[in-house]
């Protein structure tokens, strides 16, 4: 035994006892939430949960396949479907402990992305993509003509109190659904992360990358995009379930392209090239549809703009930022971004307030009543209809902005000086477990 | 996933926790309204929102309640006209303490609000939530799928129908008729009504086509046009809203039928303006209401009052201000605003309205009694018109109060 | 019978011309740049919204020269400060740019001209019918449609068959690598696809605002119809693309008028449906409440047998 593989081994050894500690945490916090929130909070804390599993089960297309999907929303409704029939039976006597629905649901999302999947893998790139958004119309239409099992536009809805009690567990109260969601979050996400480590998880990304030289070491692409295909149709079935305890319905919006569209925007924003990304994502996105709507109408636009702007400035998402500073921790530099962040934050948070409040005011302007002309802008009583807000916030803004021109070098200068690599750091292993 | 995946994790969770506004304290009431804010059919949704909100600070703001002026915590959500987004925010909205639920658009969303709140509130005895639904009239809200939580301030499709088949039985000219509608529920209980009661009223007339349509994904109503103008109808009953009514009513103007149109949602949102002249002399609209002329000065002032403060927009729906008014009474006859209390105090009550009608909620099943008015889409001759376009209705004739009491099968299952 | 299917031909006629006039852009952007611009349908309603706002001071005829020349404009800038940037890290994220950029108009039309339909009217010249046939009236506006529809057709057709830009575009659709080895500047030509190619999509929406409505909706539920256009025509081929919009113009008019369902069918062979067979609502659906999905299936089926699309020389 050499030298270099005894360090490896020694290496991977430490790293799995660091996995072992990082999974406790997760399910230290899943545990530990709820205590420090209210009831909306637990509501919510529910539906992130739900958004992501289905994430990441998104991302394992792809973040992991490279299979960009416009209808991946179907395997989560069909499982949702699938799961509330599955209630209706144990309402009507059927012995089936209803903590188990998310299995049936992925099962029956399993089946379905098998069937699609066998002839949607074929081709990756934009002919699958094409594929999964006719597919997804031609779903999400059924749903609305096939009304003995869709339900058409009402779904089809269920009670999850109706059957047995599991160990004196009955689902009632929302603490108790989210401690029920929470468990399937924590298995589920502890399944996809070791298949995205098992050599099928492996191969995707091989043939992600390159399909060809995948092909010519023996393994045929086509049946190895199925195999995370149904995998991936599998978890979000989960994820469905889980959906249809929560919300005791399922209907077509549950499958329709826009559900589609909106797993997609969860899973980018979040980063898809890391394994928590798309968790980051619907952490976001869930708080923005529930905290952030209960705040201002405005707010899709707000996540249209947060799209555009992270797939034109950090494609990497939002995790991708927060990974950037991996170097940075390992060459014990961290310390030496504070000040220059400290520095970027002064105009980012300028131009942001200037920004919205703009944005804001405009939409005051037009929706508002008459006369009603003062509104509350970041803690700040504003009276829209004289001109030393408009002129302020524009100042502002543009004071934000030019003070962002002149940071950026200074900061971007910072953290090239943080991140000089030495050569053969820690880095590299790690950064590579995480693609 | 290595450390600084789960820095960011719990960072994420304590930004969750400290991110959550607390629930509202006791003494006041929390109003929420669940309808579509954003998307395609943004446009009611916010009327609503805006006329509810101005009804809520003239009948509830400061009213007294049991010896305390009432303060009213309002919500605005955005259930987008689907049953999934729609409980999704109901739950946020329980779940911030919200105790009244006030909904318009939408039956498949309303079924599955009655649906959840049953549940929610057989297993959370103290903290019940009830639904004051004025704009979802599938007939079987208040019929076979009643519910104890759910009250209807609107008539029902059964009655809109009824009322409209009135002012078509007196036009013995009408020989054939076309019924059309887009294809959910709401639109399928249209159909249901409308030939039933013209089988019942008037057996001579013939019905020529009987059309579903998928609901707002018809960009060109042309061929369904050219097939009611083959099928000679003379009168077209539908009950499309939105752009679907819009585009309908166009089409129909443009391939140049003699037909006539009975529907019930024809007026304010952009459509008043938009179908402009191809509806004059042709577009009948049955519904609630005294939109021209208005009927009592109060009804009026308030009228002008609402126009001063939203200029630019309209006042479309009267019964958001019917609901409000009675709900107002209610919490005065229950003494509080406890739900079950509230929804006791409900049931029965009878009211005079800001324009003077009789209204009254029925215990029987909770679906409102009113009486109707069937209107004229014109230009001229009118005080309120709409989208600021010249156009408006007025009124033609109005079905009493009496003679559009229609009988209802519902069982009721009461939480006593 | 007869004055069915005449109808039905004219309105799938001119629909399918509108669809063409929409996908003709898609197709140009497509092939050239490998794009498939899901924001397309986005730039139409964009326009229609602009002809209006146009239109209400200057008149009609400018909203309709004005809108898709500033629609051109911004998506030659989308293309500049967007697309570009996202380009070098390949088709997935060009993808999800223009789904984020679709997204995004959608919200700035609202936030911009509020939510309701909008009054955009068709000019006095074209209010009227052209001829009555069987009772029924064709409108002059609808004529119009058809005839700015097939001149920018011929148009397009010319400018790349007859001219120097047009060969340029060819080549670069066939083999995109080997035109930038020649010497053309293929970022400006490819911001210049992408500009001409929304404003034909702005073309559409100046036209299409009056009698389709002006409204936030309009865009969503005719993007999809597009892309199977571009797909089921095949890239890169403009004949293609117009072959596809008459087919799904004229199938979707047709079915609308055809009340048949499977039962009918059944009846025939003397087999009678009631609500208690199996599947029961599948076989009562009538062929005109289908009539939206058909486009789509016909898309999946093509895909799978023939990625190249009907008329297409290559597959991405």
């Known amino acids: 035994m050499s030298h270099l593989t005894r360090i490896c081994r020694a290496e991977s050894v430490v790293r799995k006892k660091r996995l072992r500690i990082l999974w406790l945490c997760f399910a230290v916090i899943l545990l530990a939430l709820p205590l420090v929130t209210s009831n909306f909070g637990i509501t919510i804390l529910t539906q992130i949960c739900v958004a992501s599993v289905f994430a990441l089960a998104y991302n394992m297309l792809l973040g992991q396949g490279g299979m960009l999907s416009f209808g991946h929303a179907v395997y989560f409704g069909l499982g949702g479907y699938a799961s509330i029939h599955l209630m209706e039976l144990v309402g009507n006597g059927v012995p089936v402990p209803l903590v188990l629905t998310p299995l049936f649901g992925g099962l029956f999302g399993l089946i379905a992305a098998f069937l699609i999947g066998s002839f949607s893998t074929r081709r990756a790139g934009t002919v699958f993509a094409m594929i999964s958004f006719g597919i997804a119309e031609l779903v999400a239409a059924s749903a609305i003509i096939l009304v003995s099992f869709f339900g058409g536009e009402e779904g089809v809805s269920s009670d999850r109190t109706m059957g047995p009690a599991f160990f004196g567990y009955e689902m009632i109260p929302q603490i108790e659904v989210y401690y029920f969601a929470a468990v399937w979050f924590f298995l589920a996400t502890y399944a996809m992360y070791h298949f995205s480590r098992s050599p099928a998880g492996r191969l995707a990304n091989a043939v992600r990358d390159n399909a060809e030289r995948t092909q010519f070491i023996g393994y045929n692409p086509q049946k190895i995009r199925l195999v995370s295909f149904v995998a991936s149709g599998f978890f979000a079935g989960v994820a469905g379930g889980i959906f249809a305890i929560q919300y005791e319905i399922v209907t077509d919006s549950n499958l329709n392209t826009a559900a589609s569209g909106l797993v997609m925007l969860q899973a980018y924003i979040g980063g898809i090239g890391y394994f928590v990304g798309p968790v980051i994502g619907a952490i976001v996105m869930t708080l923005l549809n529930t905290v952030v709507s209960g705040v201002t109408d405005l707010w899709l636009l ?123 750091s820690n880095s590299t292993i790690n950064n590579e477990s995480d693609s | ?271 008043s303006g938009v179908v402009g002249e191809s509806g004059l002399g042709k577009l009948s609209v049955v519904a609630q209401g005294h939109i021209n002329p208005a009927n009592t000065p109060e009804w009026a002032l308030y009228k002008d009052e609402f126009l001063a403060k939203h200029p630019g927009n309209d006042l479309i729906n009267e019964r958001t201000v019917y609901g409000v008014q009675m709900l107002g009474e209610a919490f005065v006859k229950a003494g509080g605003t406890d739900p079950l209390k509230v929804a006791l105090a409900l049931e029965g009550l009878e009211i005079t309205t800001v324009s003077g009608d009789k209204v009254m909620m029925r215990a029987k099943d909770h679906q409102m009694q009113m009486p109707l008015q069937v209107m004229a889409h014109v230009k001229d001759g009118i005080k309120y018109d709409f989208d600021q376009s010249g156009y408006g209705v007025r009124t033609t004739s109005t079905v009493a109060f009496e003679s559009n009491q229609l009988d209802s099968v519902c069982e009721m299952q009461r939480p006593l | ?221 005719l993007g999809g119809i597009m892309f199977v256009v571009v797909i089921f025509g095949g890239l890169g081929s403009l004949g293609g693309a117009f072959i596809a919009s008459l087919m799904i113009g004229l199938i979707q008019t047709f079915a609308i008028a055809i009340d048949a369902s499977l039962s009918d069918v059944f009846l025939l062979m003397d087999i009678v449906i009631t609500e208690q067979t199996f599947m029961y609502d599948i076989w009562v659906t009538s062929l005109s409440q289908v009539a939206p999905l058909i486009p789509y299936l016909m898309m999946v089926v093509m895909l799978i047998f023939r990625p190249a699309g009907l008329m297409g020389a290559r597959e991405s």
Not at chain 1, 359 to 388: C, K, P, Q
């Open chain 2, 1 to 271: 996933m290595n450390k600084l995946n789960v820095m960011l994790l719990g960072a994420g969770s304590l930004v969750l926790a400290a991110g959550f506004p607390v629930v509202a304290q006791a003494g006041t009431v929390k109003i929420a309204y669940i309808d579509a804010l954003s998307g395609p059919f943004a446009a009611t949704g916010q009327a609503g929102a805006r006329e509810l909100r101005h009804a809520i600070s003239k009948f509830l703001e400061g009213k007294e309640v049991a010896g305390e002026k009432l303060e009213v915590e309002f919500l605005a959500l955005d259930g987008k006209i689907n049953p999934k987004e729609s409980l999704v925010q109901l739950q946020n909205a329980i779940s911030q303490g919200a105790e009244y639920i006030f909904h318009n658009s939408g039956s498949s969303v309303a079924h599955a609000i009655v649906g959840a709140l049953e549940k929610h509130n057989k297993r959370n005895p103290d903290n019940r939530a009830l639904y004051l639904n004025y704009g979802a009239i599938d007939p079987s809200l208040t019929g076979s799928k009643c519910s104890f939580w759910h009250f209807m301030i609107d008539a029902n499709v059964d009655m809109k129908v009824n009322a409209m088949v009135d002012a078509i039985a007196a036009k013995p000219e009408i020989k054939k008729a076309y019924i059309i509608g887009q294809d959910y529920s709401f639109g399928k209980a249209f159909s249901a009504a409308a030939k039933r009661y013209l089988a019942q009223r008037r057996p001579d007339i013939e019905i020529v086509g009987d059309q579903l349509h998928p609901i707002g994904k018809v960009k060109d109503f042309a061929p369904y046009a050219q097939k009611i103008l083959r099928s000679q109808a003379d009168v077209v009953l539908t009950g499309n809203w939105g752009a679907d009514m819009i585009n309908l009513a166009k089409s129909i103007k443009d391939i140049g039928t003699q037909a006539s149109i009975y529907t019930i949602y024809a007026y304010g949102a952009g459509i």
């Open chain 3, 1 to 221: 019978m007869f004055e069915t299917i005449i109808f039905s031909l004219l309105n799938g006629l001119v629909y399918g011309l509108l669809l063409f006039l929409l996908s003709s852009g898609l197709t140009l952007i497509f092939s050239m740049m490998g794009v498939l611009n899901l924001a397309h349908a986005g730039f139409y309603m964009l326009s229609a919204y602009f002809a209006y706002s146009i239109s209400i001071h200057l008149g009609f005829w400018y909203g309709l020269l004005f809108a898709p020349l500033i629609v051109g404009f911004i998506g030659a800038m989308v293309e500049r400060y967007g697309l570009r940037k996202v380009h070098k890290f390949g088709h997935v994220p060009e993808l999800i740019f223009t789904f984020g950029v679709a997204f995004l108009l959608e919200e700035l039309v609202q936030f911009v001209w509020g939510r309701n339909q909008l009054a955009y009217n068709k000019p006095e010249i074209l209010e009227g019918s052209l001829f009555t046939l069987f009772g029924a009236d064709f409108p002059i506006y609808k004529m119009f449609m058809l005839i700015v529809s097939v001149v920018i057709f011929i148009i397009l057709l010319s400018v790349l068959k007859y001219t120097r830009t047009g060969l340029i575009i060819r080549a670069a659709v066939g083999h995109p690598n080997v035109v930038g080895m020649l010497g053309h500047n293929v970022p400006l030509i490819f911001m210049v696809t992408f500009g001409v190619g929304t404003a034909l999509a702005g073309i559409a929406g100046a036209i299409a605002g009056p009698v389709l409505g002006t409204y936030p909706g309009m865009a969503s539920g």
């Open chain 1, 302 to 424: 707000y996540t249209g703009l947060l799209f555009i702007g992270t797939v034109l400035l950090a494609p990497n998402g939002l995790t991708g930022l927060i990974m950037m500073h991996t170097d940075a921790y390992h060459n014990r530099k961290l310390a030496t971004l504070i000040k220059p962040y400290l520095l970027g934050m002064l105009p980012l948070t300028a131009a942001f307030i200037g920004v919205v409040s703009l944005l804001e005011m405009f939409s005051h302007r037009n929706e508002a009543a008459v006369g009603d002309d003062s509104m509350l802008l970041f803690y700040i009583d504003v009276d829209i209809s004289t001109w030393f807000p408009w002129v302020g916030f524009t100042l502002l803004s543009l004071l934000g902005l030019a003070g962002l021109r002149v940071v950026i070098p200074v900061v971007r200068a910072s953290w090239d000086a943080a991140n000089e690599m030495q050569i053969l």
